[in-house]
């Protein structure tokens, strides 16, 4: 079976280079030919998971392992964690700053859309260690 | 097999020196140089015409028709972008210019504003109000978006309004109304247009969400330009009946249509790269607050069409001083009911569904476009990642592309080719030394 891997380094603070990762796979994907509203789905939760690293991370990467059926992502990062996932899955909790809502981010959106964008959702997180979050994305049957 | 894949932006060979100039500008990567010439991608053009506008040696230019079609009906009708009223110094009146096309041999001129009007009128009293698509509903009027959108941004195409664009409309209108008049049978009259670009051109021989266009030929503005100027001071006899308004005038400099609408929540983009870059973060969700957005895919709008001879902001200067004179756009409420019908029976409603294009794609087998991929990635590595395009591709990876896909067999990488000669240099002055 074929299958390819990508992995993306995410830096921490860099807003300058924020939105690259998913963009490129974005690209990756419409050159692989991907189901259009899947290469979407999977464009926006990367774009939020990489947008989370960059904003409340010490830094990490974004893997996607692209099959022909589907997508896998798995966004990992180094730190510091979240305490209560439960309240930061919650639509609207956010702990951005103001400096970070002037931005337009902020929302307490991003979770709970990535999770509306996977088939398959999963986080986990140690205080400390980091956090890992895996989303299992699918042609939809009729696309 | 697929059926060939028309458009009108076409090279003429021998202007062209290989210079690379259009290999960058190209939204779609649809160019290529090849044996010293550019060569386009067919099923990639969307027409914007960015490389007819950038090429230093005219060498990108359009099929468009010429005035012998004329010979080819029995009655013809003429119909302008209203681009055209930015081409003239501003004291030619807009009866004046129309006046000077109808004197080339034309039964009836027109421009667009029957269109537009109608247009207006539909999204701002029907087709907002019954949205049923998440985010903003976007223009129709402009081709080489729609094209851009079917390539690159498939899954917004539910957001495009699904009506006819300002000529087709007017075109469909006047043609019908001629046939009663005349007694003529639609092939019997010939309708031209009078256009801006090249995204035009080829939505009448390659429609978008229609059949068939009811306009027969199109002819540049920059074509004609000579044509009327020396007809501009023929006697004005004729009394032009189009009913251009200040609001329908300004669809054709940027923000025109969306102002048009009189609402509030709406962002007006023009130049094709600023609308990729909107785009994207539509498809991102980051446009909020947004009902509909305006995307024309020259600077300024149509007044910076590719095949227009004024300089759009001195062109916008213009409309924007013609507007003046004009009356305010205004509808009836049967006029509005009028509309709707002819929406709702599919008179100026896109009938047929704007497919998504997957042209992008290293294969039409996902797992063969899978394997190309690893491959690709492969030969990026040894790639020098500079974008020099001396290789004939607008990237490193864009090159690689074409090696996966079998393309482009001819063309090496001049940078590598340079390193591994110097090395093969110094390695053998190496070699040199400890021999001596
Ligand atoms: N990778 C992470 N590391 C640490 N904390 C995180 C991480 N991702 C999310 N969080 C925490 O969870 C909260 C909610 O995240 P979510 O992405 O839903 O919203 P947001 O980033 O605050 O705003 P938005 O995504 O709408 O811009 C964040 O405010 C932050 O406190
Ligand atoms: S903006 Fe107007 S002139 Fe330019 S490509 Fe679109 S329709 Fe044609
Ligand atoms: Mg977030």
Redesign the pocket.
């Known amino acids: 079976m074929s299958a390819i891997k990508y992995t993306f380094q995410i830096e921490k603070d860099d807003f300058s280079r924020a939105g690259e990762a998913s963009s490129s796979i974005k690209k990756i994907l419409m050159q692989v030919g991907s189901e259009p509203s899947l290469t979407r789905r999977v464009a926006i939760a990367t774009y939020?998971?990489e947008?989370?690293?960059v904003?409340?991370?010490d830094g990490?990467t974004i893997s996607v392992m692209i099959d022909p059926k589907c997508v896998m992502v798995l966004?990992k990062?180094n730190?510091?964690?979240?305490e209560n996932i439960e309240?930061?899955?919650?639509?609207g909790?956010?702990?951005?700053t103001d400096r970070?809502r002037e931005m337009?981010?902020?929302?307490?959106?991003?979770?709970?859309?990535?999770k509306k964008c996977s088939d398959e959702f999963s986080i986990e997180?140690k205080i400390g260690e980091?956090?890992t979050?895996m989303m299992n994305m699918c042609v939809k049957e009729g696309e | 097999m697929e059926k060939e894949y028309f458009h009108s932006v076409i090279l003429k060979e021998d202007r062209c020196i290989g210079c690379t100039s259009c290999l960058k500008v190209c939204p779609t990567e649809a160019i290529r140089i090849i044996d010293g010439k550019a060569r386009i991608i067919d099923e990639r053009c969307i027409d914007c015409g960015e490389c007819i506008r950038i090429c230093p040696n005219h060498a990108k230019s359009a099929v468009t028709d010429n005035l012998n079609v004329l010979d080819k009906y029995k009655y013809t009708i003429a119909i302008a972008t209203m681009s055209i009223y930015g081409q003239f110094q501003p004291n030619i009146s807009i009866n004046q210019i129309l006046n000077s096309i109808k004197a080339m041999g034309f039964n009836e001129v027109y421009d667009t504003t029957l269109g537009a009007k109608i247009i207006s009128g539909l999204i701002s009293r029907y087709l907002l109000l019954k949205k049923k698509v998440e985010g903003p509903l976007i223009n129709s009027s402009c081709p080489a978006i729609l094209r851009l959108i079917q390539i690159r941004f498939p899954d917004l195409l539910p957001n495009v309004v699904d009506i006819e664009t300002p000529m087709e409309i007017t075109a469909r209108i006047v043609k019908i109304d001629a046939a009663k008049k005349t007694g003529l049978d639609l092939k019997e009259i010939g309708v031209i247009f009078f256009t801006p670009c090249t995204a035009r051109a080829t939505s009448i021989k390659n429609p978008l969400g229609i059949k068939n266009s009811y306009i027969d030929a199109a002819i540049s503005i920059k074509d004609i330009y000579g044509e009327i100027l020396k007809n501009l001071s023929v006697n004005p006899s004729y009394s032009v009946n189009v009913e251009t308004t200040k609001e329908t005038l300004k669809w054709v400099s940027a923000g025109g249509q969306a102002k048009s609408l009189g609402m509030e929540k709406y962002l007006a983009v023009d130049s094709i790269h600023e609308v990729i870059k909107v785009l994207e973060d539509l498809e991102l969700g980051k446009l909020e607050g947004v009902d509909f957005l305006e995307l024309m895919a020259c600077r300024e709008s149509c007044i910076g069409g590719p095949l227009v001879i004024e300089n759009s902001f001195i062109a916008r200067a213009k409309i924007g001083n013609h507007a003046k004179s004009l009356s305010p756009l205004t509808y009836t409420d049967e006029e509005i009911d009028q509309y709707i019908k002819m929406y709702e029976e599919g008179f100026v409603r896109l009938t047929e569904t704007i497919e998504p294009r997957l042209v992008m794609s290293l294969d039409k087998d996902i797992s063969k476009s899978i394997q190309k991929m690893e491959l690709m990635r492969e030969i990026l590595k040894n790639l020098p990642g500079i974008d020099c395009g001396v290789c004939g591709a607008p990237t490193c990876r864009a090159f690689a592309e074409d090696i996966v896909k079998g393309e482009n067999n001819h063309s090496l990488c001049i940078v590598k080719t340079i390193e591994s000669f110097k090395n093969k240099n110094l390695k053998r002055k190496g070699e040199n030394k400890i021999e001596s």
Do not use: W
């Not at chain 1, 730190?79 to 979240?82: E, F, H, L, T, V």
């Not at chain 1, 309240?87 to 639509?91: G, I, N, T, V």
């Not at chain 1, 909790?93 to 951005?96: G, P, Q, R």
């Open positions: 939020e998971a947008m989370n690293i904003i409340h991370s990490g966004a990062d730190g510091p964690g979240i309240l930061a899955m919650k639509e909790y956010s702990t951005a970070i337009g981010f902020g929302a307490g959106m991003g979770l709970s859309n990535m997180s980091g956090t979050i």
